[in-house]
């Protein structure tokens, strides 16, 4: 990978003007964060995604109606915010996933049917939920989770049979009730943490193999039995 960024590098250095060549270099930023994060090293990748997002956002505003360039731009703030996020630095990471909703936001308004983006948003807006849960901003968290849920159900409604937006569903109300609990709401809390479950089960009796759907029944359950 550091080869692949040393030649992003000299390509960029031979043409700057070169935006393929600057969307390469980010790229290959963005790579050695994820790296840097499979690790253990949040603050090394903080710094590859902070480089990351510096050149594809300069890219998103320099195209404002490619919608490529955008959400490159979104996925930059994401990895910034997780890598945030994993060092406890949380109104940073809430700024980067505000950021990153921003441009989703500014993307569906010329594309309202594109489920990718819409996915993407989905898993901002719990993030940011999460986020708030640790600053214990519960009105954050229960606006930004209720747009979570409402967005993942759209998405799986539409597509009954795709186990990543039923991911997203379940993963939105297991939030949700987690919220609800928080703020005392207990019969709302356990509704959408069955409906989670029940989700979980259908993903894990899709292919039981897969940890992630194991995870997913997890989580639900475990603040279920709080």
Not at 29 to 42: K, P, Q, R, V, Y
Not at 117 to 141: C, H, R, T
Not at 186 to 215: F, H
């Amino acid at each position: 990978m550091n080869q692949y960024h040393d030649h992003a590098r000299q390509l960029v250095e031979i043409d700057p003007d070169n935006d393929d060549w600057q969307a390469e270099l980010e790229y290959s930023h963005s790579n050695l964060g994820t790296l840097e994060m499979d690790e253990g090293n949040a603050a090394a990748a903080e710094l590859q995604f902070r480089k990351s997002l510096e050149v594809s956002s300069r890219l998103a505003k320099k195209y404002p109606g490619d919608m490529e360039r955008i959400v490159a731009a979104g996925q930059s703030y994401a990895w910034l915010a997780s890598s945030l996020h994993s060092q406890a630095k949380l109104d940073e990471a809430k700024s980067a996933r505000i950021a990153e909703i921003q441009s989703y936001e500014e993307a569906l308004a010329s594309d309202a049917k594109n489920s990718a983006l819409k996915e993407a948003a989905v898993v901002a807006y719990f993030s940011i939920a999460q986020i708030a849960l640790g600053l214990n901003d519960l009105p954050l968290a229960l606006e930004h989770v209720n747009t979570a849920t409402n967005l993942a159900g759209e998405l799986a409604s539409s597509d009954p049979e795709n186990v990543v937006y039923q991911d997203r569903l379940s993963l939105s109300l297991a939030i949700l009730g987690e919220v609800y609990a928080f703020q005392g709401q207990l019969t709302d809390s356990r509704q959408a943490l069955l409906r989670s479950i029940s989700i979980g089960r259908y993903l894990r009796a899709k292919n039981e193999n897969v940890a992630r759907w194991q995870s997913v029944l997890a989580h639900p359950t475990l603040v279920l039995a709080r």
